[in-house]
T-cell receptor
């Protein structure tokens, strides 16, 4: 079975600085997708970024980028120029074959200090 | 286009009562998924439904839990004879199809508290 591990229960960053959230996963498959979701206090799950495993180029969405290391099964999220609105719980997730059966990590709570 | 709507946002039930959680998918979405988030855990898949059909219920507890997505109206997650361990946030998501190239949109969840 696939597992997703987020080893940092909590992280903090100063406003305007850069922070990296870690995620490792375990799978025997070669074709899959990886995701980062943001869950603010409103509890809404918001997709931040996704990466297709067969694409070597790291995905980027504005201030959010990933470092995807397929051999190491590592998928970290970098947030540049952190803003107060980035404060949230961040979940790493894995899926294969379809978009509905996501396997989530336990999350990292990000605090942004003014 | 309204997002995925879940109600109620908060639900309190006494042990032994029934809980009914409702989910209206986004307009044009015929695929609905339910997830459960226990305290300090990530979301865990429960069930995938299309209109009038359960496609995958591999994450659903075998007893007391059921789900439906009727031809008309919202999807319902039903928990009978609730116990304290059912206290969790229950999320619904929907998408137009299940390809990984499309996003599943989540609702804001229903927080169930069993007292």
């Amino acid at each position: 079975a696939q597992t997703v591990t987020q080893s940092q229960p909590e992280m903090s960053v100063q406003e305007a600085e850069t922070v990296t959230l870690s995620c490792t996963y375990d799978t025997s498959e070669s074709d899959y997708y990886l995701f980062w979701y943001k869950q603010p206090p409103s509890r809404q799950m918001i997709l931040v970024i996704r990466q297709e495993a067969y694409k070597q180029q790291n995905a980027t969405e504005n201030r959010f980028s990933v470092n995807f290391q397929k051999a190491a099964k590592s998928f970290s999220l970098k947030i540049s120029d952190s803003q107060l609105g980035d404060a949230a719980m961040y979940f790493c997730a894995y899926a294969r074959g379809s978009n509905y059966k996501l396997t989530f990590g336990k999350g990292t709570l990000l605090t942004v200090n003014p | 286009n309204a997002g995925v709507m879940q109600n109620p946002r908060h639900l309190v039930r006494r042990r032994g009562q029934e809980a009914r959680l409702r989910c209206s998918p986004m307009k044009g979405h015929s695929h609905v998924y339910w997830y459960r988030q226990l305290p300090e855990e990530g979301l865990k898949f429960m069930v995938y439904l299309q209109k009038e059909n359960i496609i995958d219920e591999s994450g659903m507890p075998k007893e007391r839990f059921s789900a439906e997505f009727p031809k008309e109206g919202p999807s319902i997650l039903r928990i009978q004879q609730v116990v304290r361990g059912d206290s969790a946030a229950y999320f619904c998501a929907s998408s137009p199809y299940t390809g990984l190239d499309t996003e599943a949109f989540f609702g804001q969840g229903t927080r169930l508290t069993v007292v």
